[in-house]
C-alpha cells in the first residue's frame, strides 16, 4: 500500500467523520452490515464520540495503556509506517496502531512496538497507517461492543 493511497484513505476517514456528527450511530452500523461502507469509513462506528453519549453510564474510560511490555524480538516497526527501517535500539513501547483516540482499542491485534522516537512522531496521526483488513481485525468486536454500549 503506497503513501499516496494511505493518505487517501485517511482523508476518506476523516470526510466521513466530519459527515456522521449528525446522523443517527444505528443507521450508518446498517451501512456497515449492508456492506455499503469502505474500511476507513467503518471505522468511525468506533469513534469515541458515541461512547461519550454514555458516559454518565461509563465513567471508567477504556484502559489506554497495554499491560504488558514488548515482546524482547521485536524491533522498531517504523518501516511499516514510514517505509524505512529504523537504526534505532532504544527500547520500544507498545502504542496503538489506530489510534485510542479515535476508538482504536487496547489488544493485541491493534499494537504496534515502535521505539521511543517513532512512538512520539506517530502520535494520533492516521496518515500513513496501512488501512489493511488485517490491521482493522478487531473492529467488528468493537463495533458490536458499542452496539452493546447503545443497547441497539
Ligand atoms: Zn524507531
Known sequence: ???????????????FLNTVRYRLWSDIYIEYVG?????????????PMWRDQLISETPCRRQRSF????????SCAAST??????PS???LQTDHRFPWALGGPTSPGNAV???RDHN?????????IAWTVDNFAWLHDEVEEVRRLLRL
Open 1 to 15: 500500500m503506497d503513501i499516496r493511497s494511505r493518505v487517501d484513505s485517511a482523508e476518506s476517514y476523516f470526510r
Open 35 to 47: 456492506g455499503s461502507l469502505t474500511l476507513p469509513e467503518s471505522a468511525v462506528l468506533v469513534h
Open 67 to 74: 499491560q504488558n511490555p514488548p515482546p524482547a524480538y521485536e
Open 81 to 86: 509506517i514510514w517505509g524505512y527501517a529504523c
Open 89 to 91: 535500539a532504544t527500547s
Open 113 to 115: 512496538y515502535l521505539c
Open 120 to 128: 512520539q512522531m506517530k502520535g494520533h496521526d492516521v496518515h500513513l
